[in-house]
């Protein structure tokens, strides 16, 4: 099957006064640099990408199913690309190399050409550069599988299609606000009124994330919840990277995994049996030891 | 950059090297050397199952009976849940017990499927009691024609319920009500179920049994086996609940319980409608291929939007296609689908090993494409672009950079001439087997030879090994020529495995007739605007894959012990008797056997019953003895009259023959016919008097002596006159 390219493009591509330029989006969650290859700042699709110094390694495509990859690297002898590390996490961001003609004018031509799309994996910032590497979207394909094991944890995530349990803010599983304040005393403990009443630990297990502008969820900025109380508090793992004092969070409910204990009138644990979703419990726990038949 | 010779080798081995994963033998419990076992083990993964497959399963729970519950003395039996595979799947058939059928087996409800058929003729009785239960009921038909008949008194034909004559598999329920009661009759080659040790094609059920079988499919909301204390689910996971007892195995040691499954339901295309279906049983190895990428649980998870549908559509499509492939000879070749995909995926591996076990089995490949994955089979095609170097030509559209041209060949000593393809045969108990193909010319020339081994365990057909075998030699002596050429920015219209032409005067490949075929295998994009391209060969006579023959296992003659034995020959009944110490005479039927030659006997069922005169009835058939040798004597009361023998044989594996087809002989017992011993008269001492007679003689000596009776001596000796 041929790849389908617009005429014009091949066409143009073709005449030697024409030079493919090569463009470089980087897409954080709050920040996104747009880079061209090019002595001067050149206008696509109504974004500016800034004159910049970059190259990349080959970009290899085969049926080995081996995950493309490529490493970028871009000029930083004026620590502007130190800056925006030293302020924002790039690694999970989104990088795409896009190819792009110029006319005799400076023109652009209508089209552009994708030559990879990928995930940044690490940097590295030897002493006049920056160097991302980054892998392409069939990098799964070094997952382990089958996924599931005959372990004694429920494998379901929680609220998962298997799972079952909904969640949503009518089913109290999902709180979305803003949050109130911080313990002066302990960075991890977290003020916040909507959840004022609920019962002790109730969102235990479950995570904290705050969100941009647009309400998405900030990557760097989740925290795992290891306890809550009646009084609106919850404690996190770790302290947030800003100060979480206004920004808004929305908090998710969790489980420990666990089926609780059948034995026991009252609920234990904070799983199947707390969330009353035994049924759907996918754990093992009988599985005989030995071979003998009387164990 | 054009590559050197060693690096050239290196990856055209790579190329076959694809079918030739590196199976962790050693950790699957399938494919392991040791033979297949029951594991109890928290770490294996929970196997994944696409097509038919033979497994023994993880044991997941465990519940063992004693004869002295409170003191755990004295195992009676013990039962356990087995986990097999991810659900849903379609069916679960063949349970073994030791290679015993799990369905020959007293209180056992598994069904038998597949080559193991049987035609019988079942009668059995629905009673008032039955009333808002159901007859349940399912048969396989083959050549003969399925009865269900409900009879009248005389055992006719009253009404016809069921009569299957189409080839196919059926199965439905009869609502009983009184209309229902009575004697019932099912002739069928069945899928049966079985019960009370004896054959039976169709058995009563309570509507809430029908929940209760024991098997599980892997959906997601099932019921829990009401003999788990623990009400345990396990959701998505198919299961079977066995009961076995010690009168029927041996439990000091583990048995080994094996399960034919019939693997996943997954999202495949229907041709007819043009639709996707979501839940649906396929063998077809594109479909496996999409749902290890896109299901969650057990594969990658990858969203449906970053996949090529439409590259799985027109694969699967190949695969599925019909022709006559192959078969034991080129005369009897038959019919087959091209591609076939049965294999139970259980270690833990990466992705891309488990996707080649699948991919290697129908010569696929995934490729990116257009930021989608793309599914591409080695198969005939068109080329979809000419790359071209002819300076000497003016209108020649050159696109080929210069300098960046070179090509090699595979070395010859790294030639294989014989490729073995190791496969799974259901003919061979589901155990490895090999296939080849040769070069029988190179083998002669060279005097060598150089044999590879590709495992596909994901084959299961002979056929389909020997085409792969095939296709591989051919693959490696008719497509050993590589290139490597760097060409500009229009090159971009073509992808990885399509196929190109290359013209260029250092080969010689000049011209229309001399353009060289080659296929796309690897393309690598550089920021100086420029790729190079490395192609291998393209033949399409490597794909004409047609008129396979392969040698078949021989079908032996020994018979198979997993088949109840043959009934006996002939049966003689002789009558002899004993007198015991206090003289009572006890009957004895004698039943000397004729037995067919057969290996496995164990022994032999005897039950008698009686002829009630009064009643003009037989009597119930009456257990008797369970002997071991071809003569044997049988104890009765003492009661003569006309009496049945019937006997059963049983093999060693305790299965035994069909009770209402054993051999019945018939014999009239007479009882003790000797006349008592004469008597003996004191003849000097015997006296005349007036109104008697005095007769001294000696007392009787026979056991059984009761009474003497006189008769005076007149023209009759006819008036009873006793003394």
Known sequence: ?295 | MALNSLQWASLAWSLYRYATRDYPEQESPTYSPDPLRNTRSSSLPVPVVYGKNRIAGNIIYQKTHFEDEQAEEGVEGVDYLIGLCEGPIEDIQNVQVNNVFLHTVEGQTFSVKSRYHYTTKVRFEVTEDDIGGYIYWKALVGDETVYLDLLDEDGETKTRYVEKSESGEYEDSIAITSDEVGTWELVATIRGYFRKGSFMTATLWEPEDIDQSDVRYGYREQEPHNLDEFDQNFPRLANIYVKLKKEHFPLLETPTVTSDVLGKKIKVYDYDTGQWVEKEYSNNPAFCVLDMLINPVYGLGIPESLIDLESFIEAGEYCDEIKEFGGPTKEHAYDEKRFEYDEILDTHEQAKDALKSILSTFRAHLIPRGGKITLKIDKPEEPVQDFVFDPDNPESKDNIVANSFSYSFLSQKQKPNKIIVEFIDPDKGYEKNTVSATHDADIERTGEVRKHELKLYGVKRASQAKREARYYLKQIWFCGTFSSLSAGIDSIHCEVGDVVTVTHPRPGWIGDAAEKLFRVIDMSERQDDERELTLQEYNAAIYEDENVSYDVRRPTVLPDPNEPPPQVEDETLEEDGEIQKDGTYVPIIRVILTLVDYLFYAGFHIYTRFWDENEEVWGSWKYQTFATETEYDIELPPKTGLYEVKTVSENRLGIRADFEDAPVEQIELEGKTEQPLPVTFDTDRIKWGADYIKLPHAMAKDADFDSYEIRKNDDQFGIEDEV
């Not at chain 1, 005429?7 to 493919?20: A, G, M, T, V, Y």
């Not at chain 1, 080959?58 to 970028?72: G, H, K, W």
């Open chain 1, 1 to 295: 099957m041929p790849r389908d390219i617009e005429q014009n493009i091949l066409d143009e591509s073709q005449k030697s006064e024409n030079r493919p330029i090569e463009l470089c989006k980087i897409e954080l969650n709050r920040l996104t640099l747009r880079l061209a290859h090019y002595p001067e700042d050149i206008e696509f699709l109504g974004e500016t990408y800034q004159a910049a110094s970059f190259e990349h390694g080959p970009i290899s495509y085969n049926a080995e199913l081996e995950a493309s990859r490529t490493t970028i690297r871009i000029d930083n002898v004026a620590l502007d690309m130190s800056s925006y590390i030293a302020h924002h996490n790039f690694q999970g961001g989104k990088l795409s190399l896009i190819k792009v003609f110029l006319d005799t004018e400076d023109e652009m031509i209508g089209g552009i050409e994708s030559l990879f799309t990928g995930e940044i994996d690490d940097i590295s910032v030897p002493e006049r550069t920056v160097d991302f590497r980054v892998i392409g979207k069939l990098d799964i394909l070094n997952k382990e599988v089958p996924g599931r094991t005959y372990g004694p944890d429920c494998p379901w995530r929680f609220g998962d299609e298997n799972c079952g349990v909904e969640i949503s803010e009518a089913n109290n599983t999902k709180i979305t606000g803003t949050i109130d304040s911080i313990d002066p005393e302990n960075a991890r403990i977290i003020e916040l009124s909507e959840i004022v009443g609920d019962d002790e630990d109730y969102w235990a297990y479950g995570y904290i994330a705050l969100l941009d502008e647009h309400g998405n969820i900030i990557h760097e900025e989740t925290r795992t919840v290891l306890s809550s109380d009646s009084d609106g508090y919850v404690t996190v793992d770790m302290p947030f990277l800003i100060d979480p004092v206004g920004e808004d969070y929305r908090l998710i409910a969790g489980c420990d995994k666990t089926y609780g204990s059948p034995e026991e009138e009252e609920i234990s644990g904070h799983g199947c049996q707390f969330w009353d979703n035994v049924e759907f419990f996918a754990g093992f726990l009988s599985i005989p030891e030995g071979e003998d038949v009387r164990t």
